[in-house]
């Protein structure tokens, strides 16, 4: 049989807790620190598969949540697999819909067994369970699955959090045991993939430090993920939060911050030993015309901008910054040509992922602390433009 679970991880070097390393996949190797683009749906929004890689994006994320609902698990299965159905030949990874279901206020009911919703799309009442989500995930075929956990809203009180923390830690545990079914059975021979915990406890230190204590009781593991971070909480608190977990967290394991991908952002969670990120910002941002670049970000419809040759930032190599100026991709967006929504798409993408790289190539230098600080420095100095 082939091995379930073909993933390994080796630090190359290390800068106070900023790391450099490199992440084994059955889908080729992920030099760490990176950003990881989302495709909600099983694609970039907006993006060709072969403009995504060409980004350098090195892993694309897939919603288990909205890919249960339309096309279904059992369609991607069908057609080969999230990688075939997408046309996507690097690692891939599924969130477990926990994020998606507990956003559906007033439209979803928590229990022990899991969680009953209607849909968003056609009102059908479902119910995902822990087993459930692996199971989604096993026939969309990703790399990388995560636990089906219990998210509770930013700022909760430690008793709510408290109680999302300790269901999340049941919930591991549910599903363990069934990925173990699926990646012992008839069918694991055609896609190995990794299970990956996720430390919970809302801002609370103590219960940080629980969940991670269980999850390694649980354990061992081939990454573990740091969820209900960015959702609301000031940044100062979870820079907190990160810089208590660094020490704890197990040296020779990747760390993947969900849901946070804004340039400051990224260097902050790298300063404070981050390996892996993603977030839908950069598609967000740029079908809204606003471009992040090294001095802030360009409000790319701004009439300031109508005759201007420049490129949207003469420090990037990505196609858009190579080839359009600023005023062509103003005039993209007065005459709401599609075009331009995927430029900017296309710059954000390659922004975040070159910002990875340029972080990673100081890390092995000795030199981030003082790069990134300057980076932040005069990222923040000139503000939009």
């Not at 055609?190 to 996720?198: C, D, K, M, V």
């Not at 208590?244 to 020779?252: D, F, G």
Request: hydrophobic fraction near 35%.
């Amino acid at each position: 049989m082939t091995d379930p679970t073909p993933f390994a991880f080796t630090l190359h070097g290390t800068e106070g807790e900023a790391r450099a390393g490199t992440l084994q996949t059955p889908h080729g190797e992920v030099a760490t620190p990176a950003f990881m683009p989302v495709g909600t749906y099983g694609t970039v929004r907006g993006l060709h598969p072969a403009e995504v890689e060409r980004t350098g994006a090195q892993v694309m994320l897939g919603n288990t949540y909205h890919l249960h609902l339309r096309p279904g698990e059992e369609v991607v299965r069908a057609l080969g697999g999230l990688h075939a159905f997408s046309h996507w030949t690097r690692p891939m990874l599924t969130d477990s819909g926990g994020f998606q279901v507990f956003s559906l206020e007033g439209l979803r009911t928590i229990a022990e067994e899991g969680v009953a919703f209607q849909s968003h799309v056609d009102g059908s009442h479902r119910t995902i369970t822990p087993e459930k989500a692996v199971d989604i995930q096993w026939a969309l075929g990703a790399d990388i699955a995560m636990q089906f956990d219990h998210v509770v809203p930013g700022g909760a009180d430690h008793t709510l959090a408290k109680e999302g923390m300790e269901r999340s830690l049941r919930w591991l545990a549910r599903c363990k045991a069934r990925h173990e079914e699926l990646t012992t059975g008839t069918d694991a021979t055609a896609r190995p993939q990794a299970l990956w915990p996720i430390v919970q406890g809302g801002t609370h230190t103590d219960l940080r430090r629980a969940s991670l204590d269980g999850i390694l009781d649980q354990g061992p593991w081939t990454g573990i993920a740091i969820g209900g971070l960015s959702v609301g909480e000031p940044k100062p608190v979870m820079h907190r939060v990160l810089e208590e977990l660094a020490p704890v967290l197990p040296r020779e394991t990747p760390r993947y911050l969900m849901g946070v991908g804004f340039p400051q952002d990224l260097l902050e969670g790298i300063a404070r030993g981050v390996d892996l990120f993603d977030c839908v910002a950069p598609t967000r941002n740029g079908r809204h015309g606003s471009a992040w670049i090294s001095t802030g970000r360009v409000n790319v419809r701004s009439a300031m901008h109508r005759l201007s040759k420049e490129p949207l930032d003469p420090e990037c190599d990505c196609t858009t910054c190579a080839t359009f100026s600023r005023g062509y991709l103003r005039h993209l967006f007065v005459a709401e040509e599609i075009l331009g929504l995927r430029l900017v798409s296309i710059h954000n993408v390659r922004f975040l992922v070159r910002l990875g790289e340029l972080a990673r190539t100081h890390i092995l230098a000795g030199t981030f602390d003082g790069w990134s600080r300057e980076w932040l420095r005069r990222y923040h100095t000139r503000g939009e433009t």
